[in-house]
């Protein structure tokens, strides 16, 4: 009886890591690509060893809504929801902004969900650390974006991040690349 319900706890396991690794697959292949500015950080201590610690400028926007939402109506806007953005394109193609966070209203054609979570006094949207082959730092020095995938809910995958044009930073290895 006890293997059998190891079994079933194995299986279970593993049934849950095949779905969570597939709704991540499907985010990949049907997302909608944007990028996110980087807020700048202390170049010191933005390396350290072999990830780089992420923030995003939109967070601070969307801060800064929750925090003009709770002077307007006295209560808190919630520890987490959906704020809009909208690709804008500037400075970069596929570029994204924030517009303003989710009232109910219907999306415009051009508007999207990102997901937020408030922890304490700050907004987290996306990942929050980008690892990287140990040896390569170097060629992430520069980077501006943060690519994401983003789903219809708002939640996003880390596909790599971008320098000032954009463009996806790629080591000579191809070291490489996880977000947490």
């Known amino acids: 009886m006890r293997k059998l ?7 279970l396991f593993f049934t849950g890591y ?22 700048p950080v202390d170049p010191r201590a933005l390396l350290m060893g072999d990830y780089m610690d992420l923030r995003y400028t939109v967070n601070d926007r969307i ?5 003009k939402a709770k002077a307007a109506s006295g209560t ?8 809009v953005l909208r690709v804008r394109n500037e400075p970069v193609p596929q570029a994204a902004d924030f517009v303003r966070l989710d009232d109910g ?4 054609n051009d508007e999207f969900y990102l997901a937020y979570k408030l922890r304490g006094h700050r907004v987290i949207t996306a990942a929050t650390a980008y690892y990287f082959q140990e040896g390569t ?6 980077a501006r974006f943060g690519q994401f995938k983003v789903a219809v809910n708002g939640k996003t995958v880390l596909v790599g991040l971008c320098n000032t044009e954009g463009k996806l930073i790629e080591t000579q290895n191809g070291g490489e690349k996880k977000s947490q």
């Open 63 to 67: 801060h800064d809504a929750l925090r």
């Open 76 to 83: 808190d806007a919630g520890a987490e929801g959906l704020a």
């Open 18 to 39: 095949a779905v969570s690794v597939q709704r991540m697959e499907t985010v990949l292949a049907e997302g909608k690509t944007i990028l996110l500015p980087l807020a």
């Open 105 to 108: 209203s219907p999306l415009r």
């Open 5 to 11: 319900y190891i079994l079933l706890v194995l299986g």
């Open 137 to 142: 730092a170097r060629h992430y020095e520069n």
